[in-house]
């Protein structure tokens, strides 16, 4: 039995900052966004992802993230990506 490939979140609504941990999905990577989108209309305009405890990730999860981070900029807002690990440097 395999363990199922799961991602966290906390989300610091005040600072505008997620801290994903656990495998990044595609299932992962849309929850991502939708965080990051709703921290967008609470108000954000810069919005930290912290992926410090992110272990593993697939090359869709990675692309839904770098296609949020075009969509962020081209309305003028940003997303910050820290502590990736090694697989998600491709992530810009």
């Given at each position: 039995?395999?363990?199922?490939?799961?991602?966290?979140?906390?989300?610091?609504?005040?600072?505008?900052?997620?801290?994903?941990?656990?495998?990044?999905?595609?299932?992962?990577?849309?929850?991502?966004?939708?965080?990051?989108?709703?921290?967008?209309?609470?108000?954000?305009?810069?919005?930290?992802?912290?992926?410090?405890?992110?272990?593993?990730?697939?090359?869709v999860?990675?692309?839904?993230?770098?296609?949020?981070?075009?969509?962020?900029a081209?309305?003028?807002?940003?997303?910050?990506?820290?502590?990736?690990?090694?697989?998600l440097?491709?992530?810009g």
């Open positions: 039995m395999t363990t199922p490939r799961v991602l966290t979140e906390v989300v610091d609504g005040r600072a505008g900052r997620v801290r994903a941990g656990g495998h990044l999905t595609p299932q992962g990577a849309d929850l991502l966004r939708g965080t990051v989108e709703g921290l967008l209309r609470q108000g954000h305009s810069t919005v930290v992802l912290d992926l410090a405890d992110v272990q593993a990730a697939d090359d999860g990675l692309h839904v993230l770098s296609e949020l981070r075009r969509a962020m081209a309305d003028g807002d940003l997303l910050l990506v820290r502590n990736a690990p090694r697989e440097a491709r992530l």
